[in-house]
């Protein structure tokens, strides 16, 4: 279901890998941010915020080999992580 928001077709094997990696890191990284407290939860949601900073970079360099669908969801979704994760960091502070 992601791949095709993302405008991919996500039916071969190589595909579905990246998505599950993807998946894995945020659960975990996402567990590590709800189960810890004070400064641990801190410094969880800082590595959210940077996983999200290089997804959107990654989707910057990589936006001219997609379609304009695909190119506008690999930099916008990881745009709004940022800013919801900016937010949050700064709100936990």
């Known amino acids: 279901m992601a791949a095709k928001m993302f405008g991919f077709s996500g039916t071969d094997g190589q595909s579905r890998y990246l998505w599950r990696l993807f998946g894995v890191r945020d659960v975990l990284v996402g567990l590590g941010t709800v189960t810890a407290s004070g400064p641990r939860r801190r410094?969880?949601?800082?590595?959210?915020?940077?996983?999200?900073?290089?997804?959107?970079?990654?989707g910057v360099l990589g936006r001219t080999e997609v379609?304009?669908?695909s190119a506008a969801a690999m930099v916008g979704v990881p745009a709004a992580a940022v800013a919801f994760g900016a937010w949050a960091v700064t709100r936990e502070s």
């Open 67 to 69: 379609n304009r669908v």
């Open 43 to 58: 410094t969880w949601a800082r590595v959210g915020l940077a996983c999200d900073v290089a997804d959107g970079a990654a």
